[in-house]
């Protein structure tokens, strides 16, 4: 998948990372991403998802630039939606301002979630005590915006459900890149927390994530691509997009014993009760 050189050799081919899934049967999500990470331009990215089924993205912020790019991407496309927020490795210092702005941001029509959001203990780049109060800070602005909120959850497992049941969770809730086990996700769904599932569910390594896909109910499920992060196999090591998403999702629809085109048909309508319809 290219885009052609010009007629007079002054435009040189810009090449794809990796070929074209196979289209998917029925439209789904790509419930997270990071369109201005992927070094390609937005409207090709966009082209490139539409042509294997990739029919609406939700492209995240992760600090007030990414945050403001992410709501400008969103409003110029029809196709995307954003969500803005401070990551957890980025919440020292985090001034009240700050976060007035992400609230400002998160009340914009085309901005339907505050994330990514949480706790990340796997890396100390900031204190916990600043990452707590940062997640609770942005629990309460998705509450009063009406916006979905978007969990970053790195090996922080049980402080992240604790938060979500002091603070009292947003009526929808999504557990980006969802990588605990399946006790948790008996636990998220009986929450109703939606839990997405990206690239990495393909990976060796990864049987306790696939576990908790195989108890994870269908009217729960999300799939993204973190892109341009956690590439699914066939093509992890190479940069991800969105036009990779059928990969993972033909690989859970396997781990579920599921037909391709009944799930592709939840993860649609799950992505449009978690964010809204377009």
Request: a negative charge; hydrophobic letters at 45%.
């Amino acid at each position: 998948m290219s885009r052609p050189a010009a007629e007079d050799g002054s435009a040189a081919p810009r090449a794809f990372p990796a070929p074209p899934a196979e289209r998917l049967p029925v439209d789904v999500f790509d419930s997270h991403c990071h369109l201005d990470l992927v070094e390609l331009p937005v409207a090709e990215q966009l082209a490139a998802a539409r042509s294997v089924g990739v029919a609406r993205i939700v492209t995240i912020g992760v600090d007030l630039p990414s945050s403001r790019l992410c709501a400008e991407t969103a409003a110029e496309h029809d196709d995307v939606y954003a969500g803005v927020a401070i990551h957890p490795n980025d919440t020292t210092g985090v001034t009240d301002a700050v976060l007035a702005e992400i609230e400002a941001l998160a009340a914009q029509p085309k901005v339907r979630a505050v994330g990514e959001t949480g706790l990340d203990y796997y890396r100390d780049w900031a204190p916990k005590d600043d990452q707590h109060r940062s997640f609770r800070a942005h629990i309460d602005i998705a509450k009063r915006t009406g916006t979905a909120l978007v969990i970053h959850d790195r090996d922080a497992h049980d402080d992240v459900l604790r938060v979500l049941a002091e603070e009292g969770a947003p009526e929808r809730t999504v557990f980006h890149c969802f990588s605990g086990d399946a006790a948790m996700a008996r636990v998220c769904a009986d929450n109703g927390y939606f839990m997405s599932f990206a690239g990495n569910v393909t990976f060796k390594n990864a049987e306790p994530v696939r576990e908790a896909l195989r108890v994870a109910p269908a009217d729960l499920l999300l799939v993204e691509t973190d892109a341009p992060f956690l590439t699914p196999i066939p093509h992890r090591g190479k940069p991800n997009a969105s036009y990779l998403i059928p990969h993972t999702v033909r690989f859970m629809a396997d781990v579920k014993g599921l037909d391709v085109a009944a799930l592709c048909a939840a993860i649609a309508a799950n992505g449009e009760r978690a964010f809204g319809t377009w």
